[in-house]
T-cell receptor, first 113, second 115 residues
Framework: ELKVEQNPLFLSMQEGKNYTIYCNYSTTSDRLYWYRQDPGKSLESLFVLLSNGAVKQEGRLMASLDTKARLSTLHITAAVHDLSATYFCAPWGSGAGSYQLTFGKGTKLSVIP | GAGVSQSPSNKVTEKGKDVELRCDPISGHTALYWYRQRLGQGLEFLIYFQGNSAPDKSGLPSDRFSAERTGESVSTLTIQRTQQEDSAVYLC?????????????FGPGTRLTVL
């Protein structure tokens, strides 16, 4: 069964600083997804990483995937308040049943002016 | 184009009552998922429909939970004899297998409160 661990679960950072969120998963997966959730809102797709070594960048966020290490990272550059949200990683693999996404518990990011 | 829609957006019910939650996926998406998200928690998989295949019900927490989907259209999630621990946001997502990306697009959710 695929298990996903994100860390940190809570992150408070100052505007302008850099930080990385880590997503480790327990079994082989060749693709991984990152989502953003604002308070009281649904999930918004950020990145789709489809192969080992994939790197995607959008604005101040950059995501990467290392399938051999079973690790994905979400790097935040020069954080701004608008990035405050909860970020979920979700590798594609066999959860309890069929192949599907298994979500981490999320990293709640607060960017402080 | 229209995204995933869910109704109602909010539902308050009394313990022991049955509730039905509805999901309209993106047109043409063959895969449909239901998740539960308790306050401050991650997403808990409930059930998955793929085309006309038998659904994967492995995430349903008890036999009080059931879901149906007619073809590749609307799905309903039914919770019978609701309990207070059923209070959560229920999220629906759909995806298209044809793109190869299997990216799931989420609806706005139904917030269920059981009194």
């Amino acid at each position: 069964e695929l298990k996903v661990e994100q860390n940190p679960l809570f992150l408070s950072m100052q505007e302008g600083k850099n930080y990385t969120i880590y997503c480790n998963y327990s079994t082989t997966s060749d693709r991984l997804y990152w989502y953003r959730q604002d308070p009281g809102k649904s999930l918004e797709s950020l990145f789709v990483l489809l192969s080992n070594g994939a790197v995607k960048q959008e604005g101040r966020l950059m995501a990467s995937l290392d399938t051999k290490a079973r690790l994905s990272t979400l790097h935040i550059t020069a954080a701004v308040h608008d990035l405050s949200a909860t970020y979920f990683c979700a590798p594609w693999g066999s959860g309890a049943g069929s192949y599907q996404l298994t979500f981490g518990k999320g990293t709640k990011l607060s960017v402080i002016p | 184009g229209a995204g995933v829609s869910q109704s109602p957006s909010n539902k308050v019910t009394e313990k022991g009552k049955d509730v039905e939650l509805r999901c309209d996926p993106i047109s043409g998406h063959t895969a449909l998922y239901w998740y539960r998200q308790r306050l401050g928690q991650g997403l808990e998989f409930l059930i998955y429909f793929q085309g006309n295949s038998a659904p994967d019900k492995s995430g349903l927490p008890s036999d009080r939970f059931s879901a149906e989907r007619t073809g590749e259209s609307v799905s309903t999630l039914t919770i019978q004899r609701t309990q207070q621990e059923d209070s959560a946001v229920y999220l629906c997502a759909s995806s298209s297998r044809t793109s190869g990306r299997n990216e799931q697009f989420f609806g706005p959710g139904t917030r269920l409160t059981v009194l």
